[in-house]
């Protein structure tokens, strides 16, 4: 009985698990002194260099500043860290295969078919630079679908910067 449960729940927690909108991943470099680093500003360069629309370039940003300033981080004109981000875009393409049985229109027992459907899938890697040494100290990465409904992409973006910022700065 205690492993039929054990299971249930596991089996619970995995597909919860799964349907996580956003997949995100941070790599940082080890010797960095993440204790000394209290304010931030934007690299300029790396911003303007991003091939999004400026609106969504101005909601990522907004994101991320109010995501750094609830971790105790000040915006200031002499930072500690300098932020850049970076976005690729890619179609998605799911293929379903669909078995149906029986007599009915389908002549042939156990025929099926098959279901492409896609959808548009986006990256965004927020970067985070030493504003001294000028080297790349952290990077985050967030994955999943986009969407075109201007009404939901402020939420979809707030929620692609607050899942990859939860990992910053590492423990």
Known sequence: ??????????????????????RVN?????????T??????YLKSGIDKVEISDLDKKRILNSIEEVM???????????DILISIFTKERERVDVYQNYGFGWGWNPYWGMGYTN???SPEGTLFIDIIDAKTKELV???????????????????IKEFVTRILEQYPPK
């Open 26 to 34: 941070a790599d940082y470099d080890k010797k960095a002194n993440f």
């Open 116 to 118: 492409v459907m896609t």
């Open 36 to 41: 000394n680093y209290k304010t931030f500003a």
């Open 1 to 22: 009985m205690k492993t039929l449960k054990f299971l249930s729940v596991f089996f619970l927690v995995i597909i919860l698990a799964s349907c996580s909108s956003v």
């Open 138 to 156: 952290w990077q985050g990465e967030g994955s999943g679908y986009l969407t075109k409904d201007t009404e939901k992409k402020d939420a979809r």
């Open 69 to 79: 300033i609830s971790k105790g981080f000040t915006k200031s004109e002499n930072p």
